[in-house]
């Protein structure tokens, strides 16, 4: 992936979303470094455009990988980036996604309000657009979600599909 990206021309909006990409994966490796950079010059490239799609796009990253760091305060902090570059590029199905994602995310850091939150407006659109499984998958039975106290939350990653995705992180492998 980083050859293809060589190849693309600096400061273009095509390369700043295939980087958001790209330290999705290097998070996944268990590489936050390269990870940050990438993220860094998605940033850069849509800040240099003024394109709120691009640095929207690129905080969201920003905030899963502060979700998989157990940063509670960098994933408040990307959240309200997103938020701020919200635009015509977040609605319906990606408001939906942003939403329910970022509801497990917060719930993940022990922010009970802030999934409350989140999850009740991912909710709201997911019932507008027909699109119920946003809201299923962090809502699901048997996965103490719905329930979770703080101490669940920050102890517990209840989620197979999130503990895969996490499973490189020793300090998040137990699950209750």
Known sequence: MAEALALLPVGDRVRAFWLTNYADVLDFLGRDVEADAAVREALEIGVRRHDDTTVGMAWWTRSWLA?????????????????RHRGEWMKDGQL?????????????????????DFI???ADVATHIGFP????????????????????????????????????????????
């Open 67 to 83: 979700a998989h760091r157990n940063d509670p305060a960098g994933l408040r902090y990307a959240l309200s980036e997103v938020e």
């Open 96 to 116: 939906a996604e942003y939403l329910g994602s970022s509801a497990e995310h917060l719930l993940l850091v022990g922010d009970l309000v802030g999934y409350h």
């Open 133 to 176: 499984e946003v809201v299923d998958n962090p809502r699901a039975p048997g996965t103490n979600r719905s329930t979770a106290t703080r101490n669940e939350a920050s102890n517990c990653w209840a989620s197979s599909r999130v503990l895969d995705r996490l499973s490189r992180h020793s300090d998040r492998d137990a699950c209750c």
């Open 120 to 122: 009740e407006r991912a």
